[in-house]
């Protein structure tokens, strides 16, 4: 059964960097079928799909939030990460990492969920 | 970007009644629409895609329809695990991919 797990620190200063790691089990990051996608929900709210990316490396950003926004993806890890710049206050949300079915055009599995607080 | 716009915000049902949740699309869609359920404390799950398909495993007193603009979630014969926070998304113009406001259903 395939598994998402997001990891990372949960406080991070205004004007540094977020990052967070998906670790995936269960099922390999490099499936040709699949993207693999971060989605934030700051508390509250909504939901905000950051961007998605494949196992080749190509990424696909939400053109929000694209200039603060650097994806990765480490096949030997089975993992993919994201780095965001630059952040405040709002960038204080639930993160999760998904799994984008391209063809159904839905994020079925999801991990849990970390929470970041942006914080002095 | 592609605006989703949920309504109501809220919805009140008496357990055993029904529900009925609106997303609308700022353009044509088609049917490149997903509803998620979200329970407090998790991420959300996937009930139905192609706005009308359900996942394996939902119960079938969940159905989607609507196409282009206008789509409806309806929950026949409510359960008390249904009362929860809903959301669509769209699919048909990606990066991004984007979610309407959400819909709570709550126990009246």
């Known amino acids: 059964q395939l598994q998402l797990q997001e990891s990372g620190p949960g406080l991070v200063k205004p004007s540094e960097t977020l990052s967070l790691t998906c670790t995936v089990s269960?099922?390999?990051?490099?499936?040709?079928?699949?993207?693999w996608s971060w989605i934030r929900q700051p508390p509250g709210k909504g939901l905000e799909c950051i961007g998605s990316?494949?196992?080749?490396?190509?990424?696909y950003d939400n053109p929000s939030l694209k200039s603060r926004v650097t994806m990765s993806v480490d096949t030997s890890k089975n993992q993919f990460s994201l780095n965001l710049s630059s952040v405040t206050a709002a960038d204080t949300a639930i993160y999760y990492c998904?799994?984008?079915?391209?063809?159904?055009?839905?994020?079925?599995?999801w991990g849990q969920g970390t929470t970041v607080t942006v914080s002095s | 970007e592609i605006v989703m716009t949920q309504s109501p915000a809220t919805v009140s049902v008496s357990p055993g009644g029904r529900a009925t949740l609106s997303c609308r699309a700022s353009?044509?869609?088609?049917?490149?629409l997903a509803w998620y359920q979200q329970k407090p404390g998790q991420p959300p799950r996937l009930l139905i895609y192609?706005?009308?398909t359900r996942v394996t495993g939902v119960p079938d007193r969940f159905s989607g329809s609507g196409s282009g603009t206008e789509f409806t979630l309806t929950i026949s014969s409510l359960q008390s695990e249904d009362f929860a926070l809903y959301f669509c998304?769209?699919?048909?113009?990606?990066?991004?991919?984007?979610f309407g406001g959400g819909t709570k259903v709550e126990i009246k």
């Open positions: 998904a799994r984008h079915d391209p063809m159904k055009g839905v994020l079925d599995v």
């Open positions: 269960g099922g390999s990051i490099s499936s040709s079928n699949f993207y």
């Open positions: 990316l494949y196992y080749s490396g190509t990424t």
């Open positions: 353009q044509n869609i088609r049917t490149n």
């Open positions: 192609g706005a009308s």
């Open positions: 998304q769209q699919s048909f113009n990606w990066p991004p991919l984007t």
